[in-house]
């Protein structure tokens, strides 16, 4: 019988396909959800009776105990960009990252792959302080762990091309928050399954920490206005410095959390996050050393998504942004 591959935050942009990777590579996947009825479209991401689904809730240990029993590997996805409620940075990046891995641990389990983020520090946005103890309690846990920090991950789904696109579609301007000076080096989320894939199956991937960046490194503006130009809305770039945008993504920051389901456009620990470049580090484990080598790059990819943020659709000739 092919291994079992117990997978929390499977649902999400990522989760997704890290869930048709594992069953294409022929292992038997449970994803464990807070609303396992929502979750129609993972189960045919893989043969009849491949998929899984069970309910579990991250803050409730029992069902995160339920969810591993039986369980080859596991790979914690849990996260979130922006707080609403009970879904906090603490809540989701440490804490269930504890509760995961002592489950885990406590079921038998070596193998489990954390995602974490470029970035993640004892110091700096609470964000990035958050995915840090997570990466803490894991390793405490379970010292096998693997540990995987990506920069911005995109796909059709992602929540950076596709959240300024939709603002060049309204707003008079973006903001070019510091300048634009910030360096980003995007990860395609398919690349980012692929990764998470290999390191469950090789050896020499225990215990230790990846950060996986794509092929090419942009700055901040370079993006923006890579968004602009695919798009054919040529939105200018406002700069905004850093003693001007703070202030502001802590007033829509809270002024977002008054609108249920809405996320905010900017939040303070995201310009907070933006004072430190998002790639990998000199020195650093690299998703080519987990064997993925054939990187997808944004040029190739996010053209096939953006297409309907146009003015006029998909056929719509491509404008030079300003």
Do not use: C
Request: no cysteine; hydrophobic share 45%; charged share 20%.
């Amino acid at each position: 019988m092919s291994e079992l591959v117990v997978v929390f935050g499977g649902s999400g942009f990522v989760g997704k396909q890290v869930v048709r990777a594992l069953a294409k590579a022929g292992k038997r996947v449970r994803v464990a959800m807070r609303r396992p009825h929502l979750g129609h479209e993972l189960r045919v991401m893989g043969d009849v009776g491949q998929i899984q689904l069970v309910q579990a809730n991250v803050r409730f240990p029992d069902s995160v105990a339920r969810a591993t029993e039986g369980a080859d590997a596991v790979v914690n996805l849990v996260g979130v960009l922006h707080e609403s409620g009970k879904q906090n940075f603490e809540a989701l990046h440490a804490e269930a990252a504890r509760a995961i891995t002592e489950a885990a641990a406590k079921a038998g389990v070596g193998r489990l792959v954390h995602m974490s983020a470029i970035g993640a520090d004892a110091k700096g946005a609470r964000y990035a302080r958050s995915k840090y103890r997570g990466e803490r309690a894991v390793l405490e846990a379970l010292p096998s762990a693997t540990i995987l920090r990506p920069s911005i991950i995109f796909g059709p789904e992602d929540n950076f091309f596709n959240r300024f696109a939709s603002m060049a579609k309204f707003a008079p301007a973006l903001p070019l928050i510091g300048g634009g000076k910030t360096k980003f080096q995007p990860v395609f989320v398919g690349d980012v399954a692929e990764a998470i894939v290999a390191a469950l199956d090789r050896p020499d991937a225990r215990g230790r920490i990846y950060e996986l960046g794509g092929p090419q490194i942009y700055s901040f503006k370079q993006l923006l206005h890579f968004v602009t130009r695919e798009t054919s809305r040529p939105a200018p770039l406002l700069d905004l410095p850093f003693v001007i945008a703070y202030p502001l993504g802590l007033l829509l920051g809270w002024g977002f959390k008054l609108i249920p389901f809405a996320a905010p456009p900017l939040t303070g620990d995201q310009v907070v996050m933006l004072r430190r470049d998002n790639i990998v580090g000199a020195g650093a484990a690299t998703i080519q050393d987990l064997g993925v080598t054939q990187l997808e790059s944004i040029e190739a990819i996010v053209p096939t998504y953006l297409w309907r943020f146009r003015p006029h659709g998909q056929f719509q000739a491509k404008q030079n942004s300003a």
